[in-house]
């Protein structure tokens, strides 16, 4: 049985009057890969905020590689091995692309200087060793050949591969990805759904918001289904996708 690495265990979070996650509980083993889905409004965002240390919890907490880590911030997360991306591409336009990777980097070494929630380096060696493990990433999304472009005149497709080489570089138990193939065409999706794959192969594991389903169907595990703030399902993709309740929840949508 593979080791356990994410448990989340009666997670809540209301707002004012608006309860968006209740009593959500679920895992990710290493090397799994989980989505979460679930209809607009469902808590899929709120869910992930508090996992990656960006909303606390109102009750219920989050264990990560058998510790409590509900609370902690996100680049408190990222020096344990927890990263993760947003919906919307977070890269700094005007770096190459080999320094936005660097960035991911300096979001795990103990020593450095903390800034807007990364670390700065502090040593040469350091420095090179980014350099070097940077490198190494855009090499597994095979965008090395572009490390000294500009991020930002990158087509979307490959920024958002940039981004997943920057939550790779420090080599995370758990990576979390918020909606990996919103605004990829369908061949960029397929590149996506290639790197997810040959990362997990080696060791990477990965949970996942997800609107596109058949990018869900093929890559996850186990698909964890949101409805109005609750679990209402959890299981392998065929038992997903034949459940009355996530049926019901995704046709009512209409
Ligand atoms: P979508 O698929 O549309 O992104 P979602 O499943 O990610 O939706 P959430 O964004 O987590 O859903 O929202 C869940 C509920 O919580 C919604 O009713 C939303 O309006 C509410 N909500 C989320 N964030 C806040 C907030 N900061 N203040 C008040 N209500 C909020």
Not at 86 to 95: E, G, I, K, R, T
Not at 123 to 152: D, N
């Amino acid at each position: 049985m593979s080791a356990m690495l994410l448990e989340v265990e009666q997670l809540s979070k209301s707002f004012g009057g608006i309860q968006a996650v209740q009593n959500v509980s679920f895992y990710v083993k290493k090397e799994d890969i989980v989505a979460v889905i679930g209809p607009n409004g469902a808590g899929k965002t709120t869910l992930f905020n508090m996992i990656s240390g960006i909303v606390p919890p109102t009750s219920g907490f989050v264990r990560f590689q058998g510790a409590i880590v509900s609370g902690k911030q996100p680049h408190e997360l990222a020096m344990l091995g927890m990263t993760r991306t947003f919906q919307n591409l977070q890269l700094f336009a005007d770096m190459t692309v080999l320094e936005n990777v660097m960035v991911g980097f300096h979001s795990r070494l103990k020593s450095g200087i903390v800034s807007a929630g990364f670390r700065l380096p502090r040593t040469v060696k350091e420095e090179k060793q980014a350099q070097e493990q940077a490198f190494f990433c855009l090499e597994q999304v095979g965008l090395a050949h572009l490390a000294w472009e500009r991020a930002g005149t990158l087509p979307y497709g490959m920024q958002r591969l940039v981004e997943i080489a920057r939550a790779a570089v420090s080599r995370p138990s758990l990576i979390l990805l918020d909606e990996p193939m919103a605004g990829l065409n369908p061949q960029e999706s397929k590149q996506l759904v290639d790197v997810l794959l040959m990362m997990r192969e080696q060791g990477f594991s990965f949970l996942f918001v997800e609107h596109d389903m058949e990018t869900v169907m093929a890559i996850a595990d186990r698909i964890v289904v949101l409805d109005y703030g609750k679990k209402i399902a959890e299981g392998a993709p065929e038992e997903i996708a034949r459940h009355p309740d996530v049926i019901k929840a995704y046709l009512g949508e209409e």
